[in-house]
């Protein structure tokens, strides 16, 4: 089908590439960016019109103001980051969509020292001869959990994976059905069981699982007893659940191994600590777990990882598995998990430091005192705003205790300018964007997950999102410097 006359005529008053870029305002941006993205922008914004054209959206010529204005903005997009940091105002601490825990200090410095210069990744710095990446943390582990070695992989989807490959490959892992879970949409205990190329073996009910329903199910082809922490829901009511160390016991009765996925896993008594009780990692190797795995980026706060405990003659077998290398992490991940769990060596320090730690257990009087500090910051950015404190509940995230709400104070700002979606939208739209929830048409900025460090940077993005929401301009386009 070709294009009417009319419109043949309309694309040819389009102007080139070269043209475009011939001119004043692009020749001022060559100054400064990437030709490569200068010039995919300018075709980009040539790209745009035709095709408006083309399905007679547009039917003058264009000029090119409006070219220059399309190719600017398509230019922004392109030098800003999509992944960036944000302000979590959700009150969520492990928040999975915005990158779970946030990293202590020492983790940061070992990052930065680390990325400067080269590392002893690989290499014995006793004996000069070649060392193993995966020796580094394991006295570490050995030490905060009670097991005998550990080791780092590169997520716990993975840990799991890989413990089920390595010991449980073309024979059965029993699991009760009531742990059968789904996290997050990308983990499901049966898909990661057929990855692993193990068969699953499904016993007792979604409520109640007692010991004699594993070991009924034990057969020849039985490798594992495998017990899953039911991370993101909770059975309640009428429920029986079997415990770890009679599963063990279960286990080793028939030579099999009991493995614990135990998700969050903290590494610190939690409920000792005022921190809302979640399974021990120590207490699942008391209890004769053979392997016990956890993420490394949950209550644990550090960064993304797997981490294994256990035996040390399944530890090792696991890192002389072939998936080892599809799996491991690299510097970055140890040296930031290192400093992380080094905090762990004194528990009272650990939560200090530890931001996951830290914001779940941070008593109500503090986030008051911080609440209206912000209020106040706020008030004397936009003068007049309906801004407010107010107590509401938030969650830990991440699988960590399900279900358990966790009493915190939120600063709410009810927009009366402009709809909440719009403001909310403009909050995400700032140059440090902000993540916040919406509660009876204010939006609330939750001072569980937002530390005072942060207030500066969050005024900032909020005032002008106000401004631009103000004058119905929704993202101001300006170029970055660069
Ligand atoms: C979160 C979770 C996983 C997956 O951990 P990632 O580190 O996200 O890969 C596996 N098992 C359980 C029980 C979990 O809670």
Redesign the pocket.
Known sequence: MGLSAKIEKLLRTLPSVSAVLECEDVQHWLAELPRASVVASVQEAIAQCREQMVCGNVTEAVDLHQVLALAEADLVRRSIPSLRRVINATGIALH?GLGRAPLCEAAIDALVDGAHGYCSLEFDLTTGLRGTRNAHLSDLLAMLTGAEAGTVVN??????LMILNTFAADREVVVSRGEL?E??GS?RIPDILRASHATLREVGTTNRTRLSDYESAICDETAVLLR?????YRVVGFTESTPVSELSALAHRFGLLAVD????GALLDMKAHGLPDEPCVRDSIDAGADLVCF????LVGGP???IIVGKREFIDRIESSQLMRTYRVGKLTLLALDATLRQYLDPEMAIEEVPALFMLQVPTEVLVERARDLTSMLKAAMPGANVYEASDVAYAG??AMPGKELETIVVQWHPEHAGVNDVVSALRAAETPVVARVRDGAICFDMRTIPESDFDTLVDSIATAAAETESGDPGSIRLPVL
């Open positions: 999975t997520n716990n989807a993975a840990a799991t879970v996290i997050g983990f899953v922490h039911p991370s993101n996925d135990l998700g969050s993420s490394g980026d949950k993304q990882a797997g991440g699988g």
